[in-house]
Every structure is written in structure tokens, then in C-alpha cells.
């Protein structure tokens, strides 16, 4: 016996985003650790990302290979007006030029504060979020797989 059918993407997409006119859509369900909006896909294994689905669904299929970029720079937003295709380079160039590429410099100050944290209790997910820096990275330094002389 199987239990209640799942409802199609198509309404479920529709039930997670919050349109506004002119705005960004924001998602209103499960996001990713990097804050894009994921959704199931009736066909794919795993959850897939909401903006792309939001392109597939009103503009039309994403060549292979390609990324679907924001212009908006919100990583939930789901507006298609927003949304635009580009290569890996052209994505990361674009994080660049508004200066949110994940891969940054950091200060020394920023590594004892995550050790200090870490020392204190504090979860890896915490200081990342407290810090704006990628839990990866909050694990390496705080278990001095990084930063080893420091």
C-alpha cells in the first residue's frame, strides 16, 4: 500500500513562493546551507534548486551545463525576471563584481574569534552564521586543519 500521492511540482513550487510585483520571490521552504530555496522534483532523486526550477518553469530548459545566475544577488529569490543564464566563469565573475564570492581573504582577527567561539561551545553552524563564513571553513580553522600557525 502506498501513501497519498505528492501533490505536482508545479503546485507545490507555486505554494513555497512569495510573489511580489517588481520583487524578489522569496522561497518559503527548505533552503540549502548556502540559503537557496530546494524543492523535489517528482522525476530527480534528490531535491533540486528552486531558482533553477523557477527559470525551467517560465522561460524554458537550462542548457546543459550552464548556471542560473541572479541578478538580484538573493539566493531564495525565485522572480524569473531576476534569474538569467550563465557559465561556471561567468558566475563566479559575477560574485566577484559584487564582491560575495564565498573564497575571501580572511583577517586574523576573524580566525581566533571562530577558535574563541569554538572553545566556548558554540556549533560550526553558528559561527558561520554569526561570522558570514562558510561552515566548511569555520570546521577547518576550528579544528586547526587550516590556520595551523596561528
Request: aromatic share 12%; hydrophobic share 30%; glycine share 6%.
Amino acid at each position: 500500500m502506498h501513501g497519498p500521492k505528492r501533490k505536482p511540482i508545479e503546485e507545490r513550487f507555486l505554494e513555497k513562493v512569495i510573489r511580489k510585483n517588481g520583487e524578489c520571490w522569496e522561497w518559503d521552504g527548505f533552503r540549502s546551507p548556502a540559503g537557496y530555496g530546494m524543492i523535489y522534483s517528482n522525476i530527480s532523486k534528490g531535491p533540486i534548486c528552486a531558482h533553477r526550477y523557477s527559470y525551467e518553469f517560465y522561460k524554458g530548459p537550462i542548457p546543459n551545463g550552464m548556471y542560473v545566475c541572479h541578478k538580484c544577488d538573493n539566493p531564495e529569490c525565485c522572480n524569473p525576471d531576476h534569474l538569467f543564464i550563465g557559465t561556471n566563469s561567468e558566475n563566479i565573475i559575477d560574485c566577484l563584481k559584487k564582491n560575495r564570492h564565498p573564497i575571501r581573504k580572511l583577517k586574523l582577527w576573524t580566525v581566533l574569534e571562530i577558535r574563541r567561539l569554538y572553545e566556548e561551545g558554540w556549533t560550526f553552524a553558528h559561527i558561520s552564521r554569526v561570522l558570514n563564513q562558510e561552515k566548511s571553513n569555520v570546521r577547518k580553522i576550528a579544528l586547526r586543519q587550516t590556520w595551523k600557525y596561528v
